[in-house]
Antibody, heavy 121, light 107 residues
Framework: QVQLVQSGAEVEKPGASVKVSCKASGYTFTSYGISWVRQAPGQGLEWMGWISAYNGNTNYAQKLQARVTMTTDTSTSTAYMELRSLRSDDTAVYYC??????????????WGQGTLVTVSS | DIQMTQSPSTLSASVGDRVTITCRASQSISSWLAWYQQKPGKAPKLLIYKASSLESGVPSRFSGSGSGTEFTLTISSLQPDDFATYYCQQYNSYSLTFGGGTKVEIK
């Protein structure tokens, strides 16, 4: 069965960086991309970007493009999301999601359990 | 970016009710729309893709319709497990966006 297992909760200070991992199993990792979606406390869902697990191509949300880097390690079927220059409004639960390709974008059939990132001085 | 607007933001309903949630796009997205269900403390779950295709394993009381800029998610007979928040997501462009969510509460 498909599983995406994310790393544990993080507490970071403003200005620091955080790196969240997402280990995939139950499917051929390189056949599908991974998107990252975040959800601030009590708020809706925000797409952060996508990475191809096949060739590492990325597509970042314009709002975050300067501060986010997504990578993959195909040897361990793991995707990573690093967010730099953290601010208090980056406090959120961060999800990875297996991304199904279409002619024009992606939707998500499996999600990780979420990683809470708290930014606080 | 394409803006997605859901209505209502909160909906109070009883078990057995027929429930309809609307999602409107700021420009045409053809049928490139998905619906998700999210329960507190859990990840979203895919219900519908391509506006009206039911994801495998999702009960048939869920259905989706629409194209262009207006879409609906219908639950034909609300069950206790359906009280949750529902989100639409457009994938017409490679800049994906979600609606603000509709919380379905017990009346």
């Amino acid at each position: 069965q498909v599983q995406l297992v994310q790393s544990g909760a993080e507490v970071e200070k403003p200005g620091a960086s955080v790196k969240v991992s997402c280990k995939a199993s139950g499917y051929t990792f390189t056949s599908y991309g991974i998107s990252w979606v975040r959800q601030a406390p009590g708020q809706g869902l925000e797409w952060m970007g996508w990475i191809s697990a096949y060739n590492g191509n990325t597509n970042y949300a314009q709002k975050l493009q300067a501060r986010v880097t997504m990578t993959t390690d195909t040897s361990t079927s793991t995707a990573y999301m690093e967010l730099r220059s953290l601010r208090s409004d980056d406090t959120a639960v961060y999800y990875c999601a297996k991304s199904l390709p279409t002619e024009s974008g992606w939707y998500f059939d499996y999600w990780g359990q979420g990683t809470l990132v708290t930014v606080s001085s | 970016d394409i803006q997605m607007t859901q209505s209502p933001s909160t909906l109070s309903a009883s078990v057995g009710d027929r429930v309809t949630i609307t999602c409107r796009a700021s420009q045409s997205i053809s049928s490139w729309l998905a619906w998700y269900q999210q329960k507190p403390g859990k990840a979203p779950k895919l219900l519908i893709y391509k506006a009206s295709s039911l994801e495998s394993g999702v009960p048939s009381r869920f259905s989706g319709s629409g194209s262009g800029t207006e879409f609906t998610l219908t639950i034909s007979s609300l069950q206790p497990d359906d009280f949750a928040t529902y989100y639409c997501q457009q994938y017409n462009s490679y800049s994906l966006t979600f609606g603000g969510g509709t919380k379905v509460e017990i009346k």
